[in-house]
């Protein structure tokens, strides 16, 4: 067993007989709906706490807090914030034409997500009518500007291009992108544009956006070919493996095949250590809605359910 199958590895000629299926399929994933529930509670609660004519202490506090920072990291923070635009989405459409070459629909991905998320976000503007910080506050510094705050529509936009990216991403990239996003939301507030709760409604909603884009049109589902089967099940300290054939019928986050090994048939089995039906939200709705598992193995991650079934 491995807890890496992304990682490719040189071809190997005898892996196995027959045609092998193509390295990524696009699927729905159940979790994506839980994505989108979460993503409703935490704008639904954010909009509880707005209000139009007065600004809670905490909020105001906080704001000062980031808005009153000094001026130094301004011009860094100002290009970073392009990302929450439409300018921005075509950009990141671009990158990912050139970062993912396999997967050509994440751009389409990308480019719906900003420009939904931008949208969305002008509606609920006009609908909760909040005032910029400019309309409760009288020392805003660095924006004069006046309209509607909530929700913000560059941290909307940066985090609906985020949760549609994030599939076609390793893990590391993906926790860069989600960092870039909350840096936005940061230079929205340091600017004086927005004030914390805008902030974290406009993520909210751009992770709705996102999450609601894959459910709709499915988002890729990494399965490895034979040749990159038997590389990885070769890389281990256990015997070579010769003859891998996949197990025909549908499997849920394992990939199995059957081999030869000294001369002997073996069962080789690979996680995927990036499943996102596995990831920590799965696994507290898990909790909360089984609250005895029995199951434990559900909660486990690809490496101590490795080391687990063995």
């Known amino acids: 067993m491995t807890d890496t199958v992304r990682t490719p590895q040189l071809p190997v000629s005898s892996a196995g007989s027959g045609p092998a299926p193509p ?10 709906a839980l994505r989108i529930a979460a993503g409703a509670t935490v704008l639904a609660v954010a909009l509880l706490a707005v209000q139009r004519d007065r600004l809670s202490t905490s909020e105001g506090d906080l704001f000062r807090l980031v808005n009153h920072l000094p001026s130094q990291a301004s011009p860094v923070l100002v290009v970073v914030m392009q990302i929450g635009t439409l300018a921005g989405t075509t950009g990141a459409a671009a990158v990912m034409l050139v970062v993912a070459r396999r997967h050509r629909r994440a751009a389409l991905d990308l480019a719906l997500a900003g420009t939904v998320a931008w949208c969305a976000s002008r509606v609920v503007k006009n609908v909760v009518e909040r005032p910029r910080p400019t309309g409760f506050l009288d020392d805003v510094l660095r924006f004069d500007g006046h309209g509607h705050g909530f929700v913000s529509s560059h941290a909307a936009v940066a985090a609906a291009l985020a949760t549609a990216a994030g599939p076609y991403l390793p893990r590391r990239w993906r926790r860069l992108v989600w960092a870039l996003v909350w840096v936005v939301g940061f230079a929205r507030v340091h600017q004086g544009a927005h004030l914390p709760l805008d902030v974290v409604g406009g993520i909210a909603l751009g992770w709705m956006v996102g999450s609601t884009i ?12 034979l040749d990159e089967a038997a590389a990885v099940a070769r890389s281990g300290s256990g015997p070579r493996v010769s003859d ?18 000294a001369g002997r048939p073996v069962f080789v089995k690979l996680l995927d250590p990036e499943r996102r039906d596995r990831d920590w939200l799965h696994r507290m709705a898990r909790i909360f809605a089984f609250r005895d598992v029995r199951d434990e193995a559900a909660l486990l991650g690809p490496s101590d359910q490795a080391h687990r079934e063995a």
């Open 214 to 225: 894959h459910l709709l049109l499915g988002a890729p589902h990494r399965e490895p070919g």
């Open 244 to 261: 891998l054939r996949r197990v025909p019928g549908v499997h849920r986050g394992s990939f199995p095949f059957t081999a030869t090994a």
């Open 23 to 32: 390295p990524s399929s696009h699927r729905r994933h159940p979790g994506d």
